[in-house]
């Protein structure tokens, strides 16, 4: 499995109907929620639509996504001490 960079900006197979085909990734995990750079339209898909109608990364974000995921895990298991 290919792997998905929060704020890796893509380019997918089909046109939005803005006229843009470039997207942010805003969001991961088993879904994947994406902003066009259009229109800033956001839209949340399964990670394999979205695996099947990205095209190809055009830039990718800075944290892997295992960083990604521990952070998020460390963040939800306390806090309130």
Known sequence: ???IRLGDKVKMRKT???GSDEW???RI???IKIKC???GRIVMMDRADFVKRRKKVLEQGLVSEAE???AMA???KGGND
């Open 1 to 3: 499995m290919e792997e």
């Open 16 to 18: 939005h109907p803005c």
């Open 24 to 26: 942010s990734v805003i």
């Open 29 to 31: 995990g088993a879904d």
């Open 37 to 39: 750079l259009g229109c």
């Open 68 to 70: 990604t995921l521990r």
């Open 74 to 76: 460390g963040q939800s």
